[in-house]
């Protein structure tokens, strides 16, 4: 895929293990939705080697507890604008109004997420 003018939205979350499978599934969920309304590629990493740092690393910046483990997802558009219409229509699909934040597999508080353009890729 040529990248040069694409956009990323690149997000880091807390998982507990014992609701990685729940999260699995609503990860399926959500990719079939964000690439319903045009994202490109939905992609989600769970940790395999990621250890605390001296100043910041993943796990502190997650606040990870001992029971959970670090997922690193980015969904790429074909640049910011199409990624602002694409977030709008999943925002307004009625898939995503229905769901209730308090039963999410992982804690959206300490969730973050930003926007991104593609410096490089080869």
Same mark, same amino acid.
């Given at each position: 895929m040529?990248m040069s003018?694409? +956009?990323?939205?690149?997000f880091?979350?807390?998982?507990? @293990?014992?609701?990685?499978?729940a +999260? =699995?599934?609503? #990860?399926?969920? $959500?990719? @079939?939705?964000?690439?319903?309304?045009?994202?490109?590629?939905y /992609? %989600?990493?769970?940790?395999?080697?990621?250890?605390?740092?001296?100043?910041t #690393? *993943?796990?502190?910046?997650?606040k990870?507890? =001992?029971?959970?483990?670090? &997922?690193? #997802?980015? /969904? &790429?558009? %074909? #640049?910011r %604008? +199409?990624?602002?219409?694409?977030?709008?229509? &999943? $925002?307004?699909?009625a @898939? /995503?109004?229905g769901m209730?934040?308090? =039963? $999410?597999? *992982?804690?959206a508080?300490r969730?973050?997420v930003?926007?991104?353009?593609?410096?490089?890729? $080869?």
């Open positions: 040529q003018g694409k +956009y990323v939205d690149g880091v979350v807390p998982v507990p @293990r014992q609701n990685l499978d +999260y =699995t599934q609503l #990860s399926e969920k $959500m990719c @079939r939705l964000w690439k319903e309304h045009g994202a490109l590629e /992609i %989600e990493c769970v940790a395999d080697d990621v250890k605390p740092g001296k100043v #690393s *993943f796990p502190q910046a997650v990870l507890e =001992t029971d959970e483990v670090v &997922v690193l #997802s980015w /969904i &790429v558009y %074909e #640049s %604008e +199409y990624r602002d219409r694409v977030n709008a229509a &999943v $925002m307004a699909d @898939r /995503i109004k209730d934040p308090k =039963t $999410m597999p *992982f804690d508080m969730m973050f930003g926007g991104f353009k593609v410096l490089l890729a $080869m």
